[in-house]
């Protein structure tokens, strides 16, 4: 299959070396240099893709996403800091009968971890003893504080009944890839759940994983429902 990367940086990189165990050739690439303000997106270069990988920046990822929801071209989208505008890009996606998975975090492991935190939040609902907080460090060059990840636990939790206050706090510092943590504490005990992300390449292997999904596929999805559904 033939795959576009949009957004060459560090994730874009690591995309393509890691493509082809996928089923992947990688046909195009775009950058800064190439596509600014979305020149790149064109139907004459799309016109032999299968699917797209975007891994751009906040400002520019709803852009492309219309740009490519309108070619007709399904997508991965693994930049985070836009999910205040996902009915603008739900709507671009739905006229161009496209397909989109995204996510705050692609990696398998970060999934599971979500699962085990929305039950421990489930259990311990009634118990008000118990407070909760939530906690994530990332390198000093993440632009979200707190990430989308963070944001998603919390979420997560409410939705499963925890509707006592959580309390949040966020770092960035070095060249740390990621560490999630869901902590609760009563006078009687301590309950710390961790997930601590070693390297990149869990991101951009969920991130193909989710691409070889959504070929031929329409509509909005989130990464969860790749693993799990």
Do not use: C
Not at 2 to 15: D, E, F, H, P, S
Not at 60 to 75: F, H, P, T
Not at 168 to 176: D, L, P, T
């Amino acid at each position: 299959m033939k795959l576009a990367i949009v957004g060459y940086g560090k994730m874009g990189k690591l995309v393509e070396q890691l493509a082809s165990p996928f089923g992947f050739e990688v046909a195009l690439k775009l950058d800064i240099d190439n596509n600014r303000d979305g020149a790149g997106i064109t139907r004459d270069n799309f016109r032999s893709i299968d699917v797209a990988v975007e891994f751009s920046t906040p400002s520019a990822v709803v852009d492309n996403i219309e740009r490519l929801a309108s070619l007709g071209v399904s997508m991965v989208v693994g930049t985070t800091g836009w999910f205040d505008q996902l009915p603008r890009a739900k709507a671009a996606v739905e006229r161009g009968g496209a397909g989109l998975v995204y996510s705050p975090n692609f990696s398998v492991g970060m999934q599971v971890f979500s699962k085990i935190v929305e039950e421990a939040a489930r259990r311990l609902k009634n118990e008000e003893d118990y407070d909760a907080w939530a906690y994530e460090i990332h390198h000093r060059m993440k632009l979200d504080a707190p990430s989308g990840t963070l944001l998603r636990l919390r979420q997560v939790m409410e939705t499963a009944g925890y509707t006592r206050r959580i309390d949040v706090a966020s770092n960035r510092a070095g060249a740390i890839p990621g560490a999630h943590e869901i902590g609760f504490d009563s006078e009687a005990d301590t309950i710390i759940l961790t997930h601590t992300a070693r390297s990149r390449q869990g991101f951009a292997r969920g991130a193909l994983k989710a691409a070889r999904w959504v070929v031929g596929k329409t509509g909005v999805h989130e990464f969860a429902e790749v693993l799990f559904s």
